[in-house]
């Protein structure tokens, strides 16, 4: 009931009543220009903040095993 009884009811939220959620109609052409890029740039600063914590742990790591 959960699941079936809110995709039932009207409301105004994107992807109801059979709308897609990112359709040709909801955004515009020049926010798409910065839309999609911020999303990559996003995705690619979380991907490099991952990748400084790992390099972080393997020189923690490294610096505890030469003064063990």
Same mark, same amino acid.
């Given at each position: +009931?959960? /699941? ?7 409301? @105004? ?5 059979? =709308? ?12 798409? +220009?910065? /839309? ?7 995705? @690619? ?5 991952? =990748? ?17």
């Amino acid at each position: +009931m959960l /699941f079936i009884l809110p995709r039932l009811t009207d409301s @105004l939220h994107p992807g109801n009543g059979g =709308n897609p959620g990112f359709s040709s109609y909801d955004l515009d052409n020049n926010m798409r +220009m910065v /839309f999609y890029p911020a999303v990559i740039a996003w995705t @690619l600063l979380g991907i490099w903040l991952v =990748n400084v914590k790992a390099r972080l742990e393997i020189l923690q790591y490294k610096m505890h095993e030469q003064h063990a």
